[in-house]
């Protein structure tokens, strides 16, 4: 006979819910250094320390964050707060994950408009930017360490590089097919995919208040589904809609609304893929910002707790202020941040309490690993593709835009070399890759080093 399912249990009087509040409310302000740091901070202090979950539970997470569009760091911490609480679990774990963030970048993409210009300003931004570069190779080797285990998947990666960075492909693209690829590997070759690991096995350590062995207790059913799905279309799309009707369909915050709504359902594989495809449209397509400032923007999220998506607020701050219609551009470029802000997090609320409870009940499906393998796979392509641009536009003055049939490559002047930041780029790669700093104790010592270079002097740009 087949073993019947493990009953549910209702774990909410597990964990006293104002415990949870501070316990998320002192992670918040924990969440620097990207997304292996946000997701190594929730181990510790959940699995490692609290035992509120167990391993296999956390990995289980993660790995469905992982496979959703968006910030999977923000997106565990809802998950990990409904198994707790239920949806104002994960309502209070996923906000408080976002909102020191959103107060500190708001406060610092002010500071760049207002004194973005001067010289001691522009100095340290050319130090943060440089870091970036490091920063962002250091992040394509952690998750090609961990994804990239065989060639049929290096391939996959090297080929997702070439389709964004040579010819062009839309990267939504790029990931759809990956993940087409990810579960053919799975179906016919897999070999080719990696196999259990020690994480998988029996957990360590004492028994977590939510155990392994038993399932959530809100079961999955249409009746529920249609009603997140209701409430969270409403929630998101209510303020869009408004904003529409009263500025306009060719207003700079529908504009911006409906193209990080869209942007917050394609973009997978996490903070870095997303940046490929905002870099991208933000600069190229709608002009809200240059490439430089769109790096400045990423150091500046490096700099903050929280999700380094955060970086669309930056986005929205300058294009609304450059372009604000008939508001005042201060009011305008505020307005414009929480909108872009809130369309970008709300569906991540949306995909975890939506899917959760069928998550539970999927544990170990292979078709869906297998998918989620093909993607990871290809995120790695695509956050060197990510550096590459960044690279451009950081260390040289000058492009020349290559458009040749089916290529469609923007290569640098190699003339106009900057040497300020290539330096500080290399003190960057040596105190993260030899002395194995911590990216926030780096993008430090970067700064100091990009206001030493302008008050001696030194050019910049």
Not at 323 to 335: E, K, Y
Not at 379 to 395: D, S
Request: proline share 7%.
């Amino acid at each position: 006979m087949p073993t019947p399912p493990p009953p549910a249990a209702d774990q909410r009087d597990g964990v006293p819910f104002g415990a949870a509040v501070r316990t998320w409310f002192l992670i918040s302000l924990q969440t620097f250094g990207g997304p292996a740091g946000q997701i190594a901070v929730m181990q510790r202090a959940l699995v490692e320390e609290k035992r509120w979950i167990g391993q296999r539970r956390f990995l289980h997470a993660l790995n469905y964050c992982t496979l959703l569009p968006g910030p999977e760091a923000q997106q565990l911490a809802t998950y990990i707060g409904w198994l707790l609480h239920g949806t104002r679990g994960g309502l209070v774990a996923g906000g408080l994950f976002v909102l020191p963030g959103v107060v500190a970048l708001l406060a610092l993409s002010a500071v760049y408009v207002q004194f973005g210009t001067t010289t001691g300003v522009t100095a340290v931004f050319t130090g943060l930017a440089a870091a970036v570069l490091a920063i962002v190779a250091q992040a394509v080797i952690r998750v090609g360490k961990k994804a990239l285990d065989s060639r049929a998947l290096v391939a996959l990666a090297v080929a997702s590089f070439v389709a964004l960075a040579v010819f062009g492909v839309p990267f939504p693209l790029v990931v759809g097919v990956a993940g087409l690829a990810g579960w053919a590997l799975g179906r016919w070759r897999p070999s080719a995919l990696p196999g259990p690991t020690a994480a998988d096995g029996p957990d360590a350590g004492p028994a977590p208040v939510i155990s392994d062995d038993v399932l959530h207790h809100e079961a999955p059913s249409a009746r529920r589904s249609l009603r997140v799905l209701l409430v969270g279309l409403l929630v998101w799309g209510v303020p869009l809609t408004a904003v529409a009707l009263l500025t306009g369909g060719g207003s700079v915050f529908t504009e911006q609304g409906l193209f990080f709504s869209g942007a917050a359902v394609v973009t997978f594989g996490g903070a870095y893929a997303v940046l490929a495809y905002v870099a991208q449209q933000a600069v190229e397509v709608y002009g809200w910002l240059a490439p430089r400032e769109m790096v400045r923007g990423l150091a500046l999220a490096e700099t903050t707790p929280g999700p380094l998506i955060m970086v669309v607020q930056f986005v929205a701050f300058l294009g609304a202020y450059r372009d604000p219609g008939d508001l005042d551009p201060w009011v305008a470029a505020v307005l414009a941040s929480l909108l872009v802000t809130w369309v970008t997090f709300v569906p991540s609320f949306l995909f975890v309490l939506l899917g959760a409870p069928y998550m539970e009940r999927l544990r170990g499906n292979r078709s869906l690993s297998a998918a989620l393998t093909g993607i990871t796979a290809a995120i790695v392509g695509v956050i060197a593709n990510l550096g590459v641009y960044f690279a451009v536009h950081t260390l040289f003055d000058r492009t020349v835009a290559l458009d040749d049939g089916p290529l469609a490559l923007e290569l640098p002047d190699l003339g106009t070399l900057r040497l300020v930041p290539l330096a500080i780029a290399l003190v960057a790669a040596v105190l993260l890759f030899r002395l194995r700093w911590s990216v926030l104790r780096t993008l430090g010592v970067c700064a100091l080093l990009g206001l030493a270079a302008g008050l001696a002097g030194l050019p910049l740009a």
